[in-house]
């Protein structure tokens, strides 16, 4: 695990770790299997475990280990239902959650990182940088803690929100394998989305680690010019690479790949992007996912109007490319990841 000064969050521990713990206490294996029920249950005290010994509970916690749940430090709610908060965790680190409700059921958004290093010049979650890598375990308390504040049960998680996947993979992988265990949560595999900027060594992981999971790429931009202009990752990940990578990915898995494509007023949304994008993905087991920009304070780039949206999306469905555009949810908060961190540290 990563260091995080959180070390003892039991959270982290997959069942297999939980039962070595646990028979180190000289209780027998069931033990863990019942604490890793309470903990997909919500549980935020060992005291809520009604059928474990008090006396392994206790001798847990006087070993430092303790269930490491964030406190809600700011919360927004949308008429729409969407509801975003800033969560902090037990060394004060602050993170951003989203929880959304679509025709296809709830789902939630969730941070792999405390900041990010990846530098994409539209977005306000790498304004600061990274401060440090989240642990499987607390990305599953966003789940758990997102959930008891809704009360609502969660269908879907996407691994979107502040951080790139893939700088901190193994964890994410840890937490993947944290919510989809079925004596957990038992969220399916399919019901999980990782999006990543487009870190290549990490994509060709994924598919082999976990081909069930959804991918999707934050793509922003039809060929290498453009995408380095806001995204630097570019620069180590070439598209053309990046575009063999993704083709692989489906190859291999079977999966169709979700690219992400923000459009930003008069930089990426004009029909020849559209036409160019569309020339790239000729005849891919793919689709394109259109996102009206979240504006950020600080920073130069506006939406694309709606007008370009509509011929945007129109261009590539008239070549063929299977595409949708997000609905904007929550627009009437701090949709933008990284938003509600900076507005209230400023
Ligand atoms: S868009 Fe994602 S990868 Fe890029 S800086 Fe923001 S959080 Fe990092």
Same mark, same amino acid.
Not at 101 to 124: H, T
Not at 203 to 222: G, R, Y
């Given at each position: 695990?990563s260091?995080?000064?959180?070390?003892?969050n039991?959270?982290?521990?997959?069942?297999?770790?939980?039962?070595?713990l646990?028979?180190?206490?000289?209780e027998?294996?069931?033990? $863990?299997?019942?604490?890793f029920?309470w903990?997909?249950k919500g &549980?935020?005290s060992?005291?809520?475990?009604?059928?474990?010994p008090?006396?392994l509970?206790?001798a847990?916690?006087e070993e430092?280990w303790f269930?490491g749940?964030?406190c809600? *430090?700011? *919360?927004?709610r949308? *008429?729409?239902g969407?509801?975003?908060?800033?969560f902090?965790f037990?060394d004060?680190s602050?993170?951003?959650?989203?929880f959304?409700k679509y025709g296809y059921?709830?789902?939630?958004?969730?941070s792999s990182?405390?900041?990010?290093r990846?530098?994409c010049?539209?977005?306000?979650?790498?304004?600061?940088?990274?401060?440090?890598?989240?642990?499987?375990? *607390? /990305?599953?308390?966003?789940?758990? $803690?997102?959930r008891? #504040?809704?009360?609502e049960?969660?269908?879907h998680?996407?691994? /979107?929100?502040?951080?790139?996947p893939?700088?901190?993979?193994?964890?994410v992988i840890?937490?993947?394998?944290?919510?989809?265990d079925?004596?957990?949560c038992?969220?399916?595999?399919?019901?999980i989305?990782v999006s990543?900027?487009g870190?290549?060594?990490?994509?060709?992981?994924?598919?082999?680690?976990?081909?069930q999971?959804?991918l999707?790429?934050? #793509?922003?931009?039809?060929?290498?010019?453009?995408?380095e202009?806001?995204?630097p990752? &570019?620069?180590?990940?070439g598209?053309?690479?990046? /575009?063999d990578a993704?083709?692989?990915?489906?190859?291999?898995?079977?999966?169709?790949?979700?690219f992400?494509y923000a459009?930003?007023d008069?930089?990426?949304?004009?029909?020849?992007c559209?036409?160019?994008l569309a020339?790239?993905? $000729?005849?891919?087991?793919?689709h394109?996912?259109l996102?009206?920009?979240?504006?950020?304070s600080?920073?130069?780039?506006?939406?694309?109007?709606?007008?370009?949206v509509?011929?945007?999306?129109d261009?590539?469905?008239?070549?063929?490319?299977a595409?949708?555009?997000r %609905?904007? #949810?929550?627009s009437d908060?701090?949709?933008?990841?990284?938003? #509600? %961190? %900076?507005n209230?540290?400023?």
């Amino acid at each position: 695990m990563s260091g995080t000064g959180t070390d003892k969050n039991i959270l982290d521990l997959t069942p297999d770790e939980l039962e070595a713990l646990v028979t180190r206490h000289g209780e027998k294996k069931f033990r $863990a299997k019942q604490i890793f029920g309470w903990l997909g249950k919500g &549980a935020g005290s060992f005291y809520d475990m009604h059928n474990v010994p008090a006396r392994l509970l206790s001798a847990l916690a006087e070993e430092g280990w303790f269930i490491g749940l964030p406190c809600v *430090e700011d *919360e927004q709610r949308s *008429e729409d239902g969407t509801v975003k908060c800033l969560f902090s965790f037990s060394d004060g680190s602050e993170i951003e959650s989203v929880f959304m409700k679509y025709g296809y059921g709830n789902s939630i958004c969730i941070s792999s990182q405390v900041g990010c290093r990846m530098g994409c010049s539209f977005c306000a979650s790498t304004m600061d940088g990274l401060a440090r890598n989240l642990t499987g375990g *607390e /990305m599953l308390a966003q789940v758990l $803690a997102m959930r008891d #504040l809704t009360g609502e049960d969660i269908g879907h998680v996407v691994i /979107m929100g502040m951080g790139e996947p893939f700088d901190n993979y193994d964890e994410v992988i840890r937490f993947i394998r944290l919510i989809n265990d079925s004596d957990g949560c038992g969220l399916g595999l399919r019901n999980i989305t990782v999006s990543t900027c487009g870190l290549i060594p990490g994509i060709k992981k994924f598919a082999e680690d976990v081909p069930q999971v959804n991918l999707a790429v934050s #793509l922003h931009a039809p060929n290498q010019k453009l995408r380095e202009r806001t995204m630097p990752v &570019a620069k180590k990940y070439g598209y053309d690479e990046l /575009m063999d990578a993704c083709r692989k990915y489906t190859e291999k898995t079977g999966r169709r790949i979700t690219f992400e494509y923000a459009l930003i007023d008069g930089v990426n949304d004009s029909e020849d992007c559209a036409a160019e994008l569309a020339g790239r993905l $000729a005849g891919w087991l793919a689709h394109v996912n259109l996102i009206p920009l979240n504006e950020v304070s600080g920073r130069e780039y506006r939406k694309a109007q709606p007008d370009n949206v509509r011929r945007f999306r129109d261009a590539l469905e008239g070549r063929g490319v299977a595409v949708t555009v997000r %609905r904007t #949810l929550g627009s009437d908060i701090d949709a933008a990841c990284g938003q #509600l %961190r %900076r507005n209230r540290n400023r």
